[in-house]
């Protein structure tokens, strides 16, 4: 509690206000609508390629069907365990850093990383089996004996659409280890803790996408 | 570039410099690379979309000369179709998107509000080194190979041709973030960062014009990005989306960059429309007519710009179906646009219109776009379309709306706001030689285009049939003209920055905060945070004005 009590003292003087708001309320408020807007234009540009896919396989049906059995469903079903786990702690992450407690915080912040560390260990097993059976996107394609032709065309959106989802989980855990390293220090608190709602936020989001990804690309019937 | 103004301000000594303000404190070439004041922003933003207009005119002047001879020339064919298409890259992507928000966006919102600066200050200086290295990447891309594909990047040729398309497309997409971090922070700040008393309808309608623009930026910049990713993966891995040979759709890209690219074309006449409509008042000394119906225009022209983008496909292939749809949303937009313009000509009657600079652009603005505008309504009528698709029609139709509307809106922004951006008045009579001779410029180069192109001329051609010479003689003329108009601005305009400030702070007695603080304006903007009581068009509270 003591902690608590340093970082409320610390934050009547306001040190995190910049100078052409006139409150705190005001800066999170700003700030809040500058992050849902940035939220929709990840919506948007994930959307590109989701209508791609979608037109892309009402096309191809056949080699879409074929091409999703090389994917491992065990695999995919665990990373979104994986993923979903990894939103809860953020939650409470969120909560922690709303009531002053630094240690939670903390504790959740790293329990966040360790899931997203293992989200993209598995993914990178995955990757390396599609590697070696040279199901890759485009002219890399060199798999033999399919029985319909056009199954490249799967692994081109299915190496874009993770690929993309997987820089955003790297960049989420870089904005993590910034979080980590500013709880540390004590910069959060009840009054001053819009950083993490926000880095929670874009986290949710990007667990979203994957619960969209999963079925699309692991279970075409 | 910054330096001239800082040059300016330290090669003539202080003696010039008028007061501390934001121009002059502090001082250095570190402080302004490293500044988040919106206003230094907003000029490093301008200087840096003047080059990049001075890079694509040069182009066009190249492409006007090309095109005076049929036939020999002074270009190859592949040179040619590289110009063209630099041209086009280069006022799209580095001038006219960024323009108007990025330079006097940046600079006169956050005063029009009251504001000390934008929301996120930081941001937005990011915003402007991601144009400069999305700039300097496309520069790249042009002297390592150029591109000859058009502005439009169609594939499937995009995909197969050489050059450095992949690097131009990069340079696209990274322009693209500066595009929407801009949008951001103009949403956030009229949202957030409004002086008492200012409620949305107390607005000035520049701030309506640049929020509307400010939605599509967010909403649409995002396809484009994701499009010119897949374009770049296809050309590197030949992942099929969009080249038929390996089961892709071309027609399908065309989808999807007219997706961004129509509503961006909004992008680029928004914030031309929403300068005229401080221009207008300000030289008519009446307030404005309309002001709701103009403010909510420009919102209904935001929303309805995301439903048109069939309309530039009608021979693509897509459904007739679709085709009359997308061609009855199009004559919607027709009725926002008109319904300004009418508000416009109410607001100059029996106003006591003074004819200086910016309004002689205004008023340019109103007879082009005119025009530019109702000849949108032909080539958005299916019929007609068919016939007049990628002829001269269609470039005389885009110059009208997009150099006839938004650069007119433009230039009347630049005069109306130089005062009070630089602290110096320009000289009013080579203004009026300026204006004239771009006025009569523009209308020669392109009025014998529209000609051309009713009776057939295609678009980008290199060669033309000996019917089509006399009128090309006459657009190459007229873009002498033009040049030359420029050339004469640019010459005043700099000659302005070396005088001793003169500027008083409200030279036009126009209403707005942005006249209520001093020319230029100190780094804080205000003395004292403005309490707003009245809407932003009084002009029958100035008095007599100035």
Known sequence: MSDSAATLGHGAHEPFLQHHFESPEQQADASRIGMWLFLVTEILLFGGLFVGFALMQSRHPEAFLHAHHHLDRTLGFINTVVLLTSSFTMVLAVRSAQTNDRRRLIVFLLLTIV????????????????????????????????????????????FMMTGLHGIHILAGMGLMCWLLRRAVRGDFSSRYNTPVDFVGLYWHLVDVIWIYLFPLLYLIR | MPEDAIATQTGEGAANSGPANYLNEPRGLWSWLTTVDHKRIGVMYLFSVLFAFLLGGIFAILIRVQLLHSGGGIMKPETYNKIFTLHGVVMIFLFIIPSIPAAFGNFVLPLMLGAKDVAFPRLNLASYYIYVVGALLGIAAMVTGGLDTGWTLYTPYSTSTNGSVSLMTLAAFILGFSSIFTGINFIATVHKLRAPGMTWFRMPLFVWGIYSTAIIQILATPVLGITLLLLIMERMFHIGIFDPKLGGDPVLFQHFFWFYSHPAVYIMILPGMAIISE???????????????????????????????????????????????????????????????????????????????????????????????????????????????????????????????????????????????????????????????????????????????????????????????????????????????????AGYLAVSLRKKMDAPANPWGATGLEWQTSSPPPTHNFEQVPVVTHGPYEYSLMGAGK
């Open chain 1, 115 to 158: 899931c997203a560390g293992i989200f993209l260990g598995i993914k990178c097993v995955e990757y390396s089996h599609k590697f070696h059976e040279g199901l890759l996107p485009g002219s890399f394609y060199s798999h033999r004996g399919d029985p319909v032709p056009g199954e490249f065309m799967f692994f081109s959106f299915y």
């Open chain 2, 279 to 489: 221009v207008i008042p300000a030289f008519s000394r009446k307030n404005i007519f309309g002001y709701k119906a103009i403010a909510y225009s420009s919102v209904a022209i935001a929303l309805v710009s995301f439903l048109v983008w069939g309309h530039h496909m009608f021979v693509s292939g897509q459904s007739q179906f679709a085709s009359a749809i997308f061609s009855f949303l199009t004559f919607l937009v027709a009725i926002p646009s008109g319904v300004k313009m009418f508000n416009w000509l109410a607001t100059m009657y029996k106003g006591s219109i003074s004819l200086e600079a910016p309004m002689l652009f205004a008023i340019s603005f109103l007879l082009l776009f005119a025009i530019g505008g109702l000849t949108g309504l032909f080539l958005g009528a299916l019929s007609v379309d068919v016939h007049l698709h990628d002829t001269y029609f269609v470039v005389a139709h885009f110059h009208f709306v997009m150099m006839g509307g938004t650069v007119m809106a433009f230039l009347a922004g630049l005069h109306y706001w130089w005062p009070k951006m630089f602290g110096r008045m320009y000289s009013e009579r080579w203004a009026r030689v300026a204006a004239a001779l771009v006025f009569v410029g523009f209308n020669v180069t392109f009025l014998s285009q529209f000609l051309m192109g009713s009776q057939g001329m295609p678009r980008r051609y290199y060669n033309y049939l000996p019917q089509y010479h006399p009128m090309h003689v006459v657009s190459t003329i007229g873009s002498w003209f033009l040049g030359v108009g420029f050339l004469v601005m």
